[in-house]
């Protein structure tokens, strides 16, 4: 009888895919910044809303601190060079590149923002979080974290998107949105890969999304905000609300307008579900959703 494997075993050295030269360049992105017409936004139109301001701030920072989490990644999958590869490769130059566009369409709007300043204070918090340690010890577990955290910036942007209509960006989060739904793809194929080697129960998936559902809310959303807040300077000086009043207010804002059916589809996808189960309860599952995000 085979032994019942805790993780699973790397890929053979004969079936892993060689790993890129130090001197090829990462892979080139669909669609570049310097592609977005800044100079046209309609500046009137998002100038005077706090909330977008402290949502796409707080955005920019998390993305452009991405690539310390990426090395976590990359190293955390080393034994599987094709997950590790695509992480360098691809996946870290997307978040970033959402970075960079995020804080190029903060500073035309906001300029008087110290962007640069409020992220260095951000990023001295923030890294001492980005360790290996708190990734899932089971690399199999660790895929359906990435799964939720794709499925929670899927449906982010996508609310981001439709809480205004300024041309310029509805077409940055437009791109955005649908490169997370293609990292949410790569990270549900390499789980189901890995789930064909060794699997691992549902229970154990279910616990793993519930867990990680519970911290989508906590620390880097809250820290990223914290920052912002603390240099936002003369704009919204006049608002009288506190940081608190204000993040309960953003994340209420949030929680209203996600994309419930569009997240539990996703989230539903890491449990292989027969599709015939996976349509009876999808629909209940949503109602449930839909009410717990709009108390």
Request: net charge negative; hydrophobic share 40%.
């Amino acid at each position: 009888m085979q032994p019942n494997l805790s993780y699973p075993p790397p890929p053979r050295r004969s079936e892993q895919l060689t790993p890129p030269s130090k001197t090829e360049g990462k892979t080139a992105p669909h669609w570049r910044v310097q592609d977005i017409d800044f100079s046209a936004i309609d500046r009137a139109a998002v100038q005077g809303n706090e909330d977008l301001f402290f949502l796409l701030t707080s955005a920019s920072f998390i993305e452009t601190g991405s690539d310390t989490y990426a090395v976590n990644l990359a190293e955390h999958f080393a034994a599987w060079p094709e997950i590790a590869s695509w992480l360098s490769a691809q996946w870290e130059g997307e978040e970033l590149q959402h970075g960079t566009a995020l804080r190029a369409y903060v500073e035309a709007v906001w300029p008087a923002f110290p962007w640069q300043q409020a992220y260095d204070s951000f990023f001295a918090e923030y890294s001492q979080l980005c360790t290996v340690e708190e990734l899932d010890p089971d690399p199999r577990l660790e895929l359906v974290a990435r799964c939720v955290v794709e499925t929670g910036t899927t449906a982010y942007y996508h609310t981001l998107r439709e809480l205004s209509d300024e041309p310029v960006l509805s077409q940055l989060l437009g791109n955005i949105r649908n490169d997370e739904v293609n990292h949410f793809k790569h990270f549900l194929k390499f789980f189901k890969e890995m789930q064909n080697e060794s699997p691992v129960g549902r229970a154990r998936i279910a616990k793993a999304l519930y867990r990680r559902l519970k911290e989508l809310r906590e620390s880097d959303t809250e820290i990223a905000l914290r920052h912002v807040w603390g240099h936002k300077g003369r704009y919204f000086k006049g608002s009288a609300t506190t940081f608190e009043g204000m993040a309960q207010r953003i994340y209420e804002l949030i929680s209203r307008s996600l994309p419930a059916d569009l997240a539990v589809r996703m989230l539903l996808k890491p449990m292989l579900l027969p599709p015939r189960v996976e349509g009876l309860i999808r629909t209940p599952i949503c109602r449930l959703a839909t009410r717990v995000m709009s108390y």
